[in-house]
């Protein structure tokens, strides 16, 4: 199948510091990709879509502001979780579809804000 | 009422158990439905994959919807101690091409015992 890769897998940071994650496609082209958030013994929920060349689509809840999404290649998209507080530590997965529209997980990135 | 309910569990079987793990969901909208397994620290990967209510096997996997009840069952058969994981069920309304419109359940942590 198809191979979705997120960096770093872990992170651990400071509160009020940024944290950059990235998504990638590693084998096919990706316009669209989706970030999900998965805090411990809970559902994966859907922050965003993340449209290549333009910007993204956010669900309701989710401050746009504070979770930066560019998605600037076909095969790139970036989460920065700007001004980071202990409550946004969790574990947050990126999906792409390839084109019969199945999705593709990465490995998900744990964020620990201390 | 969240619109894919999953009980947590954890289940715990021996091996070569025949695990049933299920879901229920109130949007009768949804009419496509998926099983993710995701292990430990990991993304999801897609186990089964159904439209509509009726059964679908894949090897020792079968997964059922009743869309009358409302209700999507995933069995296992012949449980492998590789089968520890989690499992989350996930609905969506629409066609394969936007799967990034999924719910999914909070999931139900599955361990077989050799």
């Known amino acids: 199948g198809a191979v979705v890769s997120q960096h770093p897998s872990w992170v651990i940071c400071k509160s009020g510091t940024s944290v950059k994650i990235e998504c990638r496609s590693l084998d096919f082209q990706a316009t669209t990709m989706f970030w999900y958030r998965q805090f411990p013994k809970q559902s994966l929920m859907l922050m965003a879509t993340?449209?290549?060349?333009?910007?993204?689509?956010?669900e309701q809840g989710v401050e746009k502001d504070k979770f930066l999404i560019n998605h600037a290649s076909l095969t790139l998209s970036t989460l920065t979780v700007t001004s980071a507080h202990p409550e946004d530590s969790s574990f947050y997965i990126c999906?792409?579809?390839?084109?019969?529209?199945?999705?593709?997980f990465g490995e998900g990135s744990r964020l620990t804000v201390l | 009422q969240k619109e894919v309910e999953q009980d947590p569990g954890p289940l715990s079987v021996p091996e070569g158990a025949i695990v049933s793990l299920n879901c229920t969901y109130s949007?009768?909208?949804?009419?496509?439905f998926m099983w993710y397994r995701q292990y430990s620290r990991k993304g999801p990967e897609l186990l089964m994959y159904t439209y509509s209510s009726g059964n679908k096997e894949d090897g020792r996997f079968t997964a059922q919807v009743d869309k009358s009840s409302k209700y999507i069952s995933l069995f296992i058969r012949d449980s492998q101690p590789s089968d520890s994981a989690t499992y989350l069920c996930a609905a969506t309304p629409f066609s394969r091409g936007s799967q990034g419109n999924l719910i999914f359940g909070k999931g139900t942590k599955l361990s077989v015992k050799p």
């Open positions: 999906s792409a579809p390839v084109n019969t529209g199945e999705l593709f």
């Open positions: 949007n009768s909208a949804f009419q496509y």
């Open positions: 993340s449209n290549e060349g333009s910007k993204a689509t956010y």
